[in-house]
């Protein structure tokens, strides 16, 4: 979260006199983090705002911010980008091309996420660990979840002891990976229920598994987004990621 500490840090400088450029930019990432406390404070500063300073506030959730910050600041929403060109971003980056067009396509529209992809060590295990539970290969009852997410677990325990400065971001944002990927798998059965246009699938080298799979008996994609918001923010007050996904298989009877 961002403490009330660093938003003053933050604060002290956009009132400083800009020394190097005509102005000075603040960026504020995962601004939905703020406690109520920071929140006031860049209130306070965008109701009263310097000519020579720019806040730029990036989120996922909008709707998670005070409505009194929403209305003092002018929106700006992202598109998706084209694999192609992620693809191309990637390569130029020295990501070979089969890798780059894997990665483009996991990223699902982000560049910023296709290169969290490209540094995250064993990404591939992980997303198929992932597959092989959300698929039930091989899991008949409780037990069988329990080792199988206990497997998937030892991956993520790893990279969040790992020496880097940023680990708590860095596991965070792995957490979220994880979670999008649990919704876009069941956003590609919710396609395939509905017959819609199969190349909007997120999972496509699937499909054979996909289609396997019950289709009749699946939470709607409401009560899994109201439950992923909970898992993720149990995740973040340092729950257990065993726990909060048993929790989340439990609910939606995946055993």
Same mark, same amino acid.
């Given at each position: 979260?961002?403490?009330?500490?660093?938003?003053?840090?933050?604060?002290?400088?956009?009132?400083?006199?800009?020394?190097?450029?005509?102005?000075?930019?603040?960026?504020?990432?995962?601004?939905?983090?703020?406690?109520?406390?920071?929140?006031?404070?860049? !209130?306070?500063?965008?109701?009263?705002?310097?000519?020579?300073? %720019?806040?730029?506030?990036?989120?996922?959730?909008?709707?998670?911010?005070?409505?009194?910050?929403?209305?003092?600041?002018?929106?700006?929403?992202?598109?998706?980008?084209?694999?192609?060109?992620?693809?191309?971003?990637?390569?130029?980056? #020295?990501?070979?091309?089969?890798?780059?067009?894997?990665?483009?396509?996991?990223?699902? #529209?982000?560049?910023?996420?296709?290169?969290?992809?490209?540094?995250?060590?064993?990404?591939?295990?992980?997303?198929?660990?992932?597959?092989?539970?959300?698929?039930?290969?091989?899991?008949?009852?409780?037990?069988?979840?329990?080792?199988?997410?206990?497997?998937?677990?030892?991956?993520?325990?790893?990279?969040?002891?790992?020496?880097?400065?940023?680990? #708590?971001?860095? %596991?965070?944002?792995?957490?979220?990976?994880?979670?999008?990927?649990?919704?876009?798998?069941?956003?590609?059965?919710?396609?395939?229920?509905?017959? #819609?246009?199969?190349?909007?699938?997120?999972?496509?080298?699937?499909?054979?598994?996909?289609?396997?799979?019950?289709?009749?008996?699946?939470?709607?994609?409401?009560?899994?987004?109201?439950? !992923?918001?909970?898992?993720?923010?149990?995740?973040?007050?340092?729950?257990?990621?065993?726990?909060?996904?048993? %929790?989340?298989?439990?609910?939606?009877?995946?055993?």
């Amino acid at each position: 979260m961002h403490s009330i500490s660093s938003i003053r840090d933050m604060i002290d400088q956009v009132f400083m006199q800009p020394f190097e450029a005509k102005a000075k930019v603040f960026i504020l990432y995962d601004a939905h983090r703020m406690l109520p406390s920071s929140a006031n404070a860049v !209130l306070k500063t965008l109701e009263e705002p310097t000519f020579d300073s %720019y806040i730029i506030l990036i989120t996922s959730k909008s709707e998670d911010l005070l409505p009194t910050i929403v209305s003092r600041c002018n929106k700006v929403k992202f598109n998706y980008i084209a694999e192609d060109e992620i693809s191309n971003f990637l390569q130029n980056m #020295g990501k070979s091309p089969s890798q780059s067009r894997y990665l483009a396509h996991l990223a699902n #529209g982000s560049i910023g996420r296709a290169l969290e992809l490209a540094n995250f060590p064993n990404h591939k295990e992980k997303r198929n660990l992932l597959i092989d539970i959300l698929s039930k290969n091989d899991i008949n009852n409780y037990l069988d979840l329990s080792d199988a997410i206990l497997k998937l677990e030892s991956f993520y325990i790893f990279n969040e002891k790992d020496v880097q400065g940023s680990v #708590g971001a860095l %596991y965070q944002k792995e957490i979220e990976i994880l979670f999008s990927q649990i919704l876009m798998w069941y956003t590609d059965l919710h396609i395939l229920k509905e017959q #819609g246009d199969r190349k909007y699938l997120y999972f496509q080298e699937n499909i054979t598994t996909l289609l396997a799979q019950d289709l009749s008996k699946m939470p709607s994609l409401e009560e899994l987004h109201l439950l !992923l918001e909970d898992v993720k923010i149990a995740v973040e007050r340092n729950i257990k990621l065993k726990t909060c996904l048993e %929790y989340f298989f439990l609910k939606i009877n995946l055993v």
